[in-house]
T-cell receptor, first 114, second 112 residues
Framework: EAAVTQSPRSKVAVTGGKVTLSCHQT?????MYWYRQDTGHGLRLIHY???????EKGDIPDGYKASRPSQENFSLILELASLSQTAVYFC?????????????FGPGTRLTVL | QQKVQQSPESLIVPEGGMASLNCTSS?????YFWWYRQHSGKSPKMLM???SNGEKEEGRFTVHLNKASLHTSLHIRDSQPSDSALYLC???WGSGGYKVVFGSGTRLLVSP
């Protein structure tokens, strides 16, 4: 089965601080995604990538940056963390894009911004 | 912007009963519907997918799709307490590369 890992699993950050969330996959998948999950909002796409050294904006990219230095690794960066970014963040990967392929999710990172 | 609406928001069924969950897309060009299950504190895992009109069955789970009405439903028969979870419906579109949109989910509780 596909393996996606995330680190850290939880983090407490201060408002205005920088936060980096990391994701690693061993599936040899081209597509990787970052979602956030808030109560009542399901999953919302922040950024995605389909090739190393390239990232694309999702539906809610404001306040977030992404980096894909290799096929296996995908990071989400909050340059100036804000209270509204408190959420659970999931990374996912899929074999192909176009919405035709199953997405495999990591365990999630619970981020609390104080 | 494409939207996916799920109903009901929450559902309680007795053990052994039938659970029925609904999902509708706002975009007529949707290609696939997905159902993911997320147990409390865990990550979502794909349960079933469907892209053509009709019905698909896997064990106790059955998915229906009516593309004309952009509606899909998930039915769980002989519900078990282990089925208690958040069920997320997602819709995807072929054009545009990545597009998958998730609904807000239906929280199912199966009472023993």
């Amino acid at each position: 089965e596909a393996a996606v890992t995330q680190s850290p699993r939880s983090k407490v950050a201060v408002t205005g601080g920088k936060v980096t969330l990391s994701c690693h996959q061993t599936n040899n998948h081209d597509y990787m995604y970052w979602y956030r999950q808030d109560t009542g909002h399901g999953l919302r796409l922040i950024h995605y990538s389909y090739v190393a050294d390239s990232t694309e904006k999702g539906d809610i990219p404001d306040g977030y940056k992404a980096s894909r230095p290799s096929q296996e690794n995908f990071s989400l960066i909050l340059e100036l963390a804000s209270l509204s970014q408190t959420a659970v963040y999931f990374c996912a990967s899929s074999e192909s894009g176009g919405g035709y392929a199953e997405q495999f999710f990591g365990p999630g990172t619970r981020l609390t911004v104080l | 912007q494409q939207k996916v609406q799920q109903s009901p928001e929450s559902l309680i069924v007795p053990e052994g009963g039938m659970a029925s969950l609904n999902c509708t897309s706002s975009d007529r060009n949707v290609d696939y519907f997905w159902w993911y299950r997320q147990h409390s504190g865990k990550s979502p895992k794909m349960l079933m997918s469907i892209f053509s009109n009709g019905e698909k069955e896997e064990g106790r789970f059955t998915v229906h799709l009516n593309k004309a009405s952009l509606h899909t439903s998930l039915h769980i028969r002989d519900s078990q307490p282990s089925d208690s979870a958040l069920y997320l419906c997602a819709a995807s579109w072929g054009s545009g590369g990545y597009k998958v949109v998730f609904g807000s989910g239906t929280r199912l509780l199966v009472s023993p």
